[in-house]
């Protein structure tokens, strides 16, 4: 639907509206330079890895996408779903997903091999809408919405090991606790069921909620699960006694905008409208939750609050995020925007192949429904394990907001006047961070070493934590060649504990960027204890006699 041409004439930029597609095509070797696709019909699940680097998402066009969380890429596409998927997990060792599908079969993923290695099915064929899976990795517990039951399955066999009935609506959620072999699952009975999945058959709890579950999570001490309901608010349980710590209506943060096709006020849809996911922060502290609405919020589960909240889309081509409706645009047969065409005042010969005829009630419309908006919502909702950032599936695509901007822009970039002269004068001003960052730029041997042993150790922790991200790589490798050429011990020690402690989870989520550097620096600080270690054991009566 859209193409460019780069400035030389090389490169061909294609661009899909209805696949969803972005390609780039070089015409003289006749190969890809870019080419990534998202999801046709929307998302409807995501998931992060342990080391929070990669992020799994499931869509209603039944394929199953891998993504690189720093680089927003997409690396490998699944299409063994026949059907919609409604859930993602990963493998706690974050070398695999398993997503659940309606077309009735949960499989699991290779993201060595990239295959699918594991189908796990049910004697009857049934449609599931939610999936976990224990902190071994290997019990997977996928929910049904027709026959309202619970299979459990080996991993490593695939083979179906129980059938947890109870449930009285479709299960629309399940969670694993972190610390114990104990499944939560939420559904539209209105009832929170806590199962000990290795003793018995038969639910150990029963939480009772004033409307239908929507999600549910368990705290990353296993001690508290929080769950949304229908109704707009958000429970938080005390595991240990059944008992309700908080409750949080969120009627006014979840408040959405107005639909084309709304007849009511805009308080009467602000009471209709709730979360349908929600996650806990790493610390255990806050909530994140995100629905059928145009916000996405960070609750404080001590004190019962709204924190923050973010507006994921200001597209206002979406159902349900402009404020108000503009009045001019309604007539007597309803809004403009629905208003089909003139079929006899249309004489295209594609006109019969964009009828709309998908069934009432749809949200999925056929290549006809032009005139069919799609509303924008938040389909799922997951904090990174780093606590570094949070991302969100929603009508859009894929967003993920971080803590981690100070890279995305750098002055010094900008700088004409960055010279050896220029540090050192920035050194003597006790400019330490600019110092730093200017010899990082100019990468001159001398230069490092004059400026990183001139910075007071006691400005160390203050300097690395303003250390913009695009330097890291360049820092680490600074501290692996000064522990092993100079003797300053406890200089570099207080260098390194400062880089880890504010940006270890960077670093983490990094890893394979920064991995040479790192095993220098593990490497370098081993040698220096070995040998300074081995000295003070040596000498230990002596000094103890002389003190």
Known sequence: STVAINASGEWLALGSKSGGQLLVWEWR??????????????????????????????????????????????????????????????????????????????????????????????????????????????????????????????????????????????????SFSPTAPVLASGSW?????????????????????????????WRHDGKEVCSSSLDGSLSVWDVGDASLVAQIECGRDVAPGRRMRDKSTFAAQAAASCFTTVCYSSDGKC????????????????????????????NRALDGVPEQLHSGSMTEAGPKGLIEHDEEAEVDGDTADRRDESLPGSRQASKGASRRRPAIRTAGA??????????????????????????????????????PAAALEALEEGEYLRALLMALRLNEADLLRAVYERIPSSSAQLVAANVPQCYLERLVALLTTQVEATPHAQLHLVWAKSVMMEHGGWLVENRAKVAAPLKGLHKAISRQFSEIGGLANSNGHTVTFVT
């Open 189 to 217: 009975d209105k009832t929170v069921r806590l199962w000990d999945v290795f003793e018995t058959k038969a639910a150990t709890q029963s939480l009772p909620h004033p409307a239908d579950v929507l999600c549910v999570s």
């Open 382 to 419: 997951r904090f990174s394990p780093t606590g570094r950032a949070w991302a969100a599936a929603t009508t859009e695509g894929l967003v993920i907001y971080s803590l981690d901007d100070r890279s995305s822009f750098d002055p010094l970039d900008l700088d004409i006047d960055l010279t």
């Open 29 to 174: 070797s006749e190969t890809y330079v870019l080419k990534q696709q998202g999801h046709a019909h929307g998302m409807g699940c995501l998931d992060y890895s342990p080391n929070g680097s990669l992020v799994a998402t499931g869509g209603d066009d039944g394929k199953v996408k891998a993504w690189n969380a720093a680089s927003g890429f997409c690396f490998i596409t699944f299409t063994e779903h026949t059907g919609p998927v409604k859930a993602v997990c990963f493998t706690p060792k974050g070398n695999a997903i398993v997503s659940a599908s309606l077309d009735g079969s949960v499989r699991a993923f290779d993201l060595t091999r990239y295959r699918n290695f594991r189908t796990m099915t049910t004697p009857k064929p049934t449609q599931f809408s939610s999936l976990a899976l224990d902190h071994s990795g290997e019990v997977v517990c996928a929910g049904t919405q027709d026959s309202f039951e619970i299979f459990v399955w080996g991993m490593q066999t695939g083979r179906l090991l129980d059938v947890l009935s109870g449930h009285e609506g479709p299960v629309s959620s399940l």
């Open 287 to 314: 909530v994140l939750a995100g629905g059928n609405t145009k916000w996405a919020a960070i609750y404080s589960v001590k004190r019962k609050v709204c924190v923050k909240k973010w507006a994921i889309s200001n």
